[in-house]
């Protein structure tokens, strides 16, 4: 079991940057698949990037493609998602999750994929 607690979130001007981080806790987090998901109001957690257990397979949602980075440090147990170039509607909450997925190289692009989510960041991106 994983546990997972997100930060870096805030208020930033369009065009800005931000970069989230995600502290895992427990064990074989080298095991994990993780992803970052974002939550607008009403709608559903939708899929931003993802990452491999080992890093070396990523994902990027086509409205963040070019502007966001998502990495790992696994001897720290640790998730990032560097976000430049922000845009207003990047607004939202932005949820880290994880899937236990032993050594594979595939990451996760849908909500139910992942068992394991964090309590979420909120970013507010102004015009």
């Known amino acids: 079991q994983v546990q997972l607690v997100e930060s870096g979130g805030g208020l930033v001007q369009a065009g800005g940057s931000l970069r989230l981080s995600c502290a895992a806790s427990?064990?074989?987090?080298?095991?994990?698949?993780m992803g970052w998901f974002r939550q607008t109001p009403g709608k559903e957690r939708d899929v931003v990037a993802a990452?491999?257990?080992?890093?070396?397979?990523?994902y990027y949602a086509d409205s963040v493609k070019g502007r966001f980075t998502i990495s790992r440090d696994n001897a720290k147990k640790m998730v990032y998602l560097q976000m430049n170039s922000l845009k207003p509607e990047d607004t939202g909450v932005y949820y880290c999750?994880?899937?236990?997925?032993?050594?594979?190289?595939?990451?996760?692009?849908?909500?139910?994929?992942?068992?394991?989510w964090g309590q979420g960041t909120q970013v507010t991106v102004s015009s």
């Open positions: 990452i491999s257990t080992i890093g070396d397979n990523t």
């Open positions: 999750a994880a899937r236990r997925d032993g050594y594979t190289r595939s990451y996760y692009r849908t909500e139910d994929d992942y068992r394991y």
């Open positions: 427990g064990q074989f987090f080298d095991t994990y698949a």
